[in-house]
């Protein structure tokens, strides 16, 4: 059967207006308010192109009767949600209100943000803050905290003049050699322990090439303060003030360290740290042949043991990391079996006192080389009636 042509175009223009209009389940669709024919829906909500209710006009929350828009707006006069409950701005996900206000708990729109106080346009916010880019009142000049009368800024820097929302502080310095305070020491790191946490702090400041350092924003207290010299990688001991060592952190702040004060204000430490020098020399036998493994035992002043030395395929040994001093060296026996142990300057020495025996190592301001032990080898054992003759 043949369909009239006047017909068919009808029904296809029908088709084709249905399949032109979109579906949206849940509402009705919209790109202005004139598309809203409900009177119930007469707004369209740009953001999900969906007729709604029309926002509620509001001079307080008593005008907002919604449920789902409880709070009035003041700025807008417009009903709205409660803000979200936040403690930091990862929780705030509504871009509208993307800051935590950490006061109040609640996401609000972003502060001020600005890199120059030319960004400031809010006259009661014309100061930009480099460190936070954030718009806030011009410091208040000040000569003590007295002088600071903004809630926000009680506290007076005494270096900038300043008032301040913290209570915080400097500290700088100069670190150089401790026999010569021309030469500068760099580089080395200044780190702090605060004594009452019993805690590093994390702050470190690093000094430059003429020797100076500076740590900003310290909270008044008592430190230690530790100078990093990089350890064994440098010519100088790392210390904990005031001249405690403690190279490669090998100490207790709080047992060996001497605490520093930090007042309000611009502090300065000023520091000199202790050159390390070297002993070496040579171990052999009588006939010149070298002592490999032969250990050396490095005493101070006061006999007490501050390191081992260890002579290699030649005979050669060096102490690489040592300060000004007094100091005695000797002999482990039990590491050149068949010689007699000696303490320098060739004196035989078994169990004998170093300080009083020895003779004394002076270390004032460079190494000291060609300390040399020659061992006599050990008589061979006698033997009588089947026991060894001790007495020979």
Known sequence: MRVPVRWIAPAMFVLLGAIAQPAHAGGDFCITDADCTDPSLPHCNLDTNMCEAEPQGCSSDADCTDPSLPICNLDTNMCEAPPVICTSDLDCTDPAFPHCNIGTGMCEEAPNMC???ADCTDPSLPHCNPETNMCEAEPQGCSSDADCIDPAFPFCNLATMECQADMV???SGVVVDRADSSIMIHPVAVSLFDVNTGAWTGVTANNQADGSWEMYDVTPGDYLVFFDANGAASDYFDELYDQAPCDGGACDPVADGTPFNIVQGDNTLDYNLSFSYSLSGTVENNVSQPLQGTQLQIYDLDGFP???AVADSLGDWIYPRIRTGIYYVKT????VPGYFPEIWDDIVCYNCDPP???DPLVV??????DIQFILAPLPPPLVKDGFENIDQ
Not at 332 to 335: A, G, L, V
Not at 364 to 369: A, Q, R
């Open 115 to 117: 890199l120059t106080d």
């Open 169 to 171: 502080s400097t500290l």
């Open 306 to 308: 501050v390191g081992v």
């Open 332 to 335: 482990i026996p039990s590491s």
């Open 356 to 358: 009083t025996t020895g």
């Open 364 to 369: 004032i301001d460079s190494n000291l080389v």
